[in-house]
Nanobody, 120 residues
Framework: QVQLVESGGGSVQAGGSLRLSCVAS????????MTWYRQAPGKQRELVAA???????NYADNVKGRFTISRDNAKNTVYLQMNSLKPEDTAVYYC??????????????WGQGTQVTVSS
């Protein structure tokens, strides 16, 4: 069993900041890429930021310069620091991890999501 649990969401005014965390636990052998996605009401889920096990990062154009993804491999945790938040950042944010379980299976696992609401 593998679980991903996000935390850190909430409500903030435009221009504010939030830091999301996602902890992976369970029968994990190794974690490859960890990714943050978001889904706003009525819209498709979109990639926000990703980070490889070696620390290489990738960002959506609309968050570059405002969001920073990082990870602590020892804690199986990925973070998303979100600064200069805008109302259009309002969404449910999901964490995903591509990992090898102890049974040898490589698969993508998802968290339950955390709500981020930015008011103008």
């Amino acid at each position: 069993q593998v679980q991903l649990v996000e935390s850190g969401g909430g409500s903030v005014q435009a221009g504010g900041s939030l830091r999301l965390s996602c902890v992976a636990s369970g029968s994990i052998f190794s974690i490859n890429a960890m990714t943050w996605y978001r889904q706003a009401p009525g819209k498709q889920r979109e990639l926000v930021a990703a980070i490889t096990s070696g620390g290489r990062t990738n960002y959506a154009d609309n968050v570059k310069g405002r969001f920073t993804i990082s990870r602590d491999n020892a804690k199986n945790t990925v973070y998303l620091q979100m600064n200069s938040l805008k109302p259009e950042d309002t969404a449910v944010y999901y964490c995903s991890a591509n990992l090898h379980s102890l049974s040898g299976i490589r698969a993508d696992y998802w968290g339950q999501g955390t709500q981020v609401t930015v008011s103008s």
